[in-house]
């Protein structure tokens, strides 16, 4: 039996009922039809027959397949937020002219109307002037009155002005020299599940949980972290690393050396997590994948600047400068100090002196297997003048005073 008993599925059982209980009623007493005994049962299996339909109305409306009508706009509005796409206006350009030059100069007012010898009426959508002397193109955009796929038109099917038109020419004729386009009906109830079904593949994707939580979908994969390639004012520049690590990089980072054969199956596993990365990356947003556990390293500045300087972006940059150095590190690459304090010599604004690092103290030395990185709030600034102290309310991340 289905999950909802039928009509006949519940006579069945009323049938059987009345048997049960008299036994002096022959079945087919209940079953010919007419008979009182077949009425009686035929009527109330009639009656449950309604309430099983209204039941199975309602179970329908809580399940996306299932769902029709307002009982679908109710469910997808629910659980997503979303409503249906109500039917469109069909957008076009229609273009007035005239046989021989205008002797005035009139407007085309917003709100003229136009249409196509099938009575399909467009409005004007902006006001445009037909200047004296000129005979066109004046190409105006507009909209369809009403709404809905039957309203898009093919190219000069729009002949006749509606509308008067204040001083217009009286040779002004108006055509369409191109299709009109967006005109499309409600939403049908197979397209809204569509964009249902789509909503959590497509939620929160291209953040950094998002690529993360994709790398370790990967086969193989027991480590993901994902930081920001930024700018020189600590800005993202739409590239990103992702630095991955399966069980062998996880459980032989010590190694002094990279067994020959484990380049291959690194550039492997890159490969898978870069392919599994083409649904999570936000579009246009490069994500270089590389194989290495991470090392996270703080960075403690002590900065000096030149008088009239703004501090804040100064030492902003000087941040960014030390993430972007630390970050350009390779796998095995080690973290020197002397390199790190020399990208802080272009900074404008900076007394560069070379002992700006006040943390680490020596340089860092990373294994085969590892990668050494930053974040802009793990590289803190403090200014070496206590005359000129880092404001800490304007710079959330990481700022101290001296």
Excluded: C, H, W
Excluded at 319 to 343: E, H
């Amino acid at each position: 039996m289905p999950d909802f008993p039928s009509f006949n599925d519940l006579f069945r059982l009323g049938r059987d009922e009345v048997l049960v209980r008299n036994a002096r009623i022959s079945r087919e007493a209940v079953e010919r039809d007419g008979m009182d005994a077949n009425i009686l049962v035929a009527a109330a299996a009639a009656m449950a027959d309604e309430v099983v339909g209204q039941l199975t109305d309602l179970s329908a409306a809580l399940y996306l397949d299932s769902a029709t009508g307002t009982a679908l706009d109710r469910l997808v509005f629910d659980r997503y937020g979303m409503t249906r796409k109500p039917a469109a206006a069909s957008f076009v350009s229609v273009s007035f002219s005239t046989t021989v030059a205008s002797p005035t100069t009139f407007t085309i007012p917003t709100g003229t109307i136009v249409q196509t010898a099938q009575g399909v009426q467009f409005v004007t959508i902006e006001d445009s002037i037909f200047l004296v002397g000129t005979v066109g193109p004046l190409v105006v955009g507009a909209r369809s009155v009403l709404a809905g796929a039957t309203q898009n038109v093919i190219i000069g099917s729009i002949n006749s002005v509606v509308s008067t038109i204040p001083s217009a020419a009286s040779d002004l004729v108006v055509t369409n020299p191109l299709a009109s386009a967006g005109g499309d009906d409600s939403e049908k109830d197979e397209a809204l599940r569509d964009r249902a079904r789509r909503f959590f593949a497509a939620a929160r994707r291209g953040t950094k949980d998002a690529v993360e939580a994709a790398a370790l979908g990967v086969p193989g994969v027991r480590k993901a972290s994902a930081f920001d390639v930024i700018d020189s004012l600590g800005r993202p520049a739409r590239f990103s690393l992702l630095s991955v690590a399966d069980a062998y990089t996880e459980q032989f980072a010590d190694y002094s050396t990279v067994p020959p054969r484990y380049q291959l199956q690194s550039q492997l596993l890159t490969s898978a997590v870069y392919d599994a990365l083409n649904k999570y990356r936000a579009l246009g947003i490069f994500v270089q994948v590389t194989v290495a556990n991470v090392i996270l390293q703080p960075v403690q500045l002590a900065l000096t600047f030149l008088a009239g300087v703004d501090v804040n972006l100064a030492s902003l940059q000087a941040r960014a400068a030390i993430v972007t150095y630390i970050n350009s590190l390779a796998p095995g690459k080690p973290f020197l100090v002397v390199d790190a304090s020399a990208v802080l010599r272009t900074i404008p604004g900076l007394v560069y002196t070379g002992t700006e690092l006040l943390s680490p103290a020596g340089d860092i030395v990373a294994k085969p297997l590892q990668v050494i990185r930053a974040s802009l709030g793990l590289v803190s600034a403090l200014a070496a003048q206590t005359n000129l102290p880092i404001i800490t309310g304007t710079n959330p991340d990481a700022y101290s005073l001296a």
